[in-house]
T-cell receptor
Framework: AQKVTQAQTEISVVEKEDVTLDCVYE???????LFWYKQPPSGELVFLIR??????QNEISGRYSWNFQKSTSSFNFTITASQVVDSAVYFC?????????????FGTGTRLKVLA | DTEVTQTPKHLVMGMTNKKSLKCEQH?????MYWYKQKAKKPPELMFV???????INESVPSRFSPECPNSSLLNLHLHALQPEDSALYLC??????????????FGPGTRLTVL
């Protein structure tokens, strides 16, 4: 079975603090993709990153960074020097095609509140 | 043009009404998706169209009827909905057909309220 777990339901930080959002996944597929999406109050899901299972390099994009560790089945997301505009719900997702069946599994989301 | 558009932004309807949600993309994407998202929950997949053909129907009640008139347009026809169908309805698209693991690009959603 495939599953994505975001154990942190809600996190509150003060502006300029660093914050890490955790994502743990389960899959038996050897080829799979992991994603992070941001959903601000407006509702649109904004794509942040896509990473395939063969690429364990960490990635940095501005204040955002991602740590992919296959050994622990985790794909964590860190925001450095958080800002109020980072307040949103963040979803981790897993995508794989198992035996020809398409699966795109979202975690339950982490609500991040950045306080001024 | 890298966006998915959805209309209307908000919709309020009675249980006997018939209405439609519209989704459009002009990125040449070959697969389009409908999701339903209840408050404080992740999106739940409803339907997938791949190359204009329905490829996935996640056991959605027949009061929801999808339609894909062409490769850029996806509709969701609503009839005899229940108050529990109130939710944010999100449309997404991917470059390749369904069964791929592409990034999904989402529209802003239609917030539906059923009275």
């Amino acid at each position: 079975a495939q599953k994505v777990t975001q154990a942190q339901t809600e996190i509150s930080v003060v502006e300029k603090e660093d914050v890490t959002l955790d994502c743990v996944y389960e899959t038996r597929d050897t080829t799979y993709y992991l994603f992070w999406y941001k959903q601000p109050p407006s509702g649109e899901l904004v794509f942040l990153i896509r990473r395939n299972s063969f690429d364990e390099q960490n990635e940095i994009s501005g204040r955002y960074s991602w740590n992919f560790q296959k050994s622990t089945s985790s794909f964590n997301f860190t925001i450095t020097a958080s800002q109020v505009v980072d307040s949103a719900v963040y979803f981790c997702a897993l995508s794989a095609t198992t035996s020809g069946t398409y699966k795109y599994i979202f975690g339950t989301g982490t609500r991040l509140k950045v306080l001024a | 043009d890298t966006e998915v558009t959805q209309t209307p932004k908000h919709l309020v309807m009675g249980m006997t009404n018939k209405k439609s949600l519209k989704c459009e993309q002009h990125m040449g994407h070959r697969a389009m998706y409908w999701y339903k998202q209840k408050a404080k929950k992740p999106p739940e997949l409803m339907f997938v169209y791949s190359y204009e053909k329905l490829s996935i129907n996640e056991s959605v009640p027949s009061r929801f009827s999808p339609e894909c008139p062409n490769s850029s347009l996806l509709n969701l026809h609503l009839h005899a909905l229940q108050p529990e169908d109130s939710a944010l309805y999100l449309c997404a698209s991917t470059p390749e057909g369904s069964g791929s693991t592409d990034t999904q690009y989402f529209g802003p959603g239609t917030r539906l309220t059923v009275l």
